[in-house]
């Protein structure tokens, strides 16, 4: 079966400071990735997809980038954070090729920058 | 550009009844929609979907129902109980092979 890790659960960073949180899939080949943000009480915002190694596409302008170094690993960074960029960090994955984009998310990341 | 939402932000059911949450959209291309479910500091989790050519679809306790006519879903949950406590989300798929999220549903599941 597939399943999906985040880590950090949880981070405090101070305004200024870098950022890299990571997400790994195991069980499949070739997943779409993706990486959503939410804010509190809102809904998802998608941020940034992968349909393969080295291939990512931006949804939003944005502080963060993105890479995906490996097949099953994709990666959220940033060089300075910034206070807008608190939130809840969802990453998601889909079997690529097929007609209906199912995604199934990980256990996101709560990032509190100070 | 295309947008999903929901109706109300909260709903309030007393443990027993039956929850009827709404969705509407405005991207008449959505093909493919899903419904998640996400508890409190947790992930979304894949309840139920449902595309396009159908107009209804039956789940464990849920029921999805799509009105491409005036582009609204909605969510059924028979006899809800406490562990439906969950901020619920509607999603569609449009053109652009993306999913676009609704804002959620708040429901609280009263004893």
């Known amino acids: 079966s597939q399943t999906i890790h985040q880590w950090p659960a949880t981070l405090v960073q101070p305004v200024g400071s870098p950022l890299s949180l990571e997400c790994t899939v195991e069980?499949?080949?070739?997943?779409?990735l993706y990486w959503y943000r939410q804010a509190a009480g809102r809904g998802l915002q998608l941020l940034f997809y992968?349909?393969?190694?080295?291939?990512i596409s931006s949804e939003v302008p944005q502080n963060l980038s993105a890479s995906r170094p490996q097949d099953r690993q994709f990666i959220l960074s940033s060089k300075k954070l910034l206070l807008s960029d608190s939130g809840f960090y969802l990453c998601?994955?889909?079997?690529?090729?097929?007609?209906?984009?199912?995604?199934?998310f990980g256990p996101g990341t709560r990032l509190t920058v100070l | 550009g295309e947008s999903v939402g929901l109706h109300l932000p909260t709903l309030s059911v007393q443990e027993g009844d039956n929850s009827i949450i709404n969705c509407a959209y405005s991207?008449?291309?959505?093909?493919?929609f899903i419904w998640y479910k996400q508890e409190s500091g947790k992930g979304p989790q894949f309840i139920i979907d449902?595309?396009?050519?159908?107009d209804k679809r039956q789940g464990q306790r849920v029921t999805v129902l799509l009105n491409k006519t005036v582009k609204h879903l909605s969510l059924q949950i028979a006899a809800t109980q406490p562990g439906d406590s969950a901020v619920y989300f509607c999603?569609?798929?449009?053109?652009?092979?993306?999913?676009?999220f609704g804002s959620g549903t708040q429901l609280t599941v009263l004893p």
């Open positions: 992968s349909v393969g190694i080295g291939q």
């Open positions: 999603a569609g798929e449009g053109s652009a092979r993306q999913l676009t």
């Open positions: 449902i595309r396009s050519n159908m």
């Open positions: 991207n008449s291309a959505s093909d493919y």
């Open positions: 998601a994955w889909s079997v690529s090729g097929r007609d209906y984009n199912e995604q199934f």
């Open positions: 069980g499949t080949s070739n997943p779409n």
